[in-house]
């Protein structure tokens, strides 16, 4: 065996953990304001959407916690800002429901997980949690018959 065979590794496909939110940087944030539409025109038959956050350190204090509700005509801006020491981080949590609104999920939890760079450390992520959940209401079906 020709010592060198040994250096191919196989790549892994990475797999996203499906609880895990992308994290972007400040850009992105601008980018998704201007897009943005509000609830109502992006998703007419959600009646409300209400949010509970908390964001935390890895040592595990509370950062953040907040409880959101959106309605109707109130624009759905759903990307949060890392308040850990990184100071560029995004949660993407728009994209999470994006996901759920078109299939009428009602309840969504999960865990994002800031992977931007740490102010202290160049070489460290940020790693500050956003711990979410997530509630959507939905107008009745039109009549099935
Ligand atoms: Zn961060």
């Known amino acids: 065996m020709p010592p060198l065979q040994r250096y191919r590794k196989r790549r892994k496909a ?5 609880n895990e939110l992308k994290v972007a940087r400040g850009e992105a944030e ?3 304001r201007t897009q943005a539409g509000t609830l109502r025109e992006r ?3 959600v009646t409300r959407l209400e949010l509970d956050l ?4 890895p040592a595990g204090a509370t950062l953040q916690q907040e409880h959101r509700l959106i309605q109707g005509g109130a624009p759905l801006l759903l990307d949060i800002p890392c308040q ?19 299939v009428r999920q009602e ?11 740490s102010y202290a450390d160049p070489k460290a ?9 997530i509630e959507a209401s939905y107008s009745p079906t039109s009549s099935q018959s």
């Open 14 to 18: 990475q797999e996203p953990n499906k």
């Open 30 to 32: 601008t980018r998704h």
């Open 43 to 45: 998703f007419p038959h």
């Open 54 to 57: 908390r964001m935390v350190t």
């Open 84 to 102: 850990g020491g990184c100071g560029n981080g995004l949660f993407l949590l728009t994209q999470v429901v994006e996901e759920m609104l078109p």
């Open 107 to 117: 309840l969504r939890e999960g865990m994002g997980l800031c992977q931007g760079i």
């Open 125 to 133: 992520l940020c790693n500050t949690k956003l711990i979410y959940r």
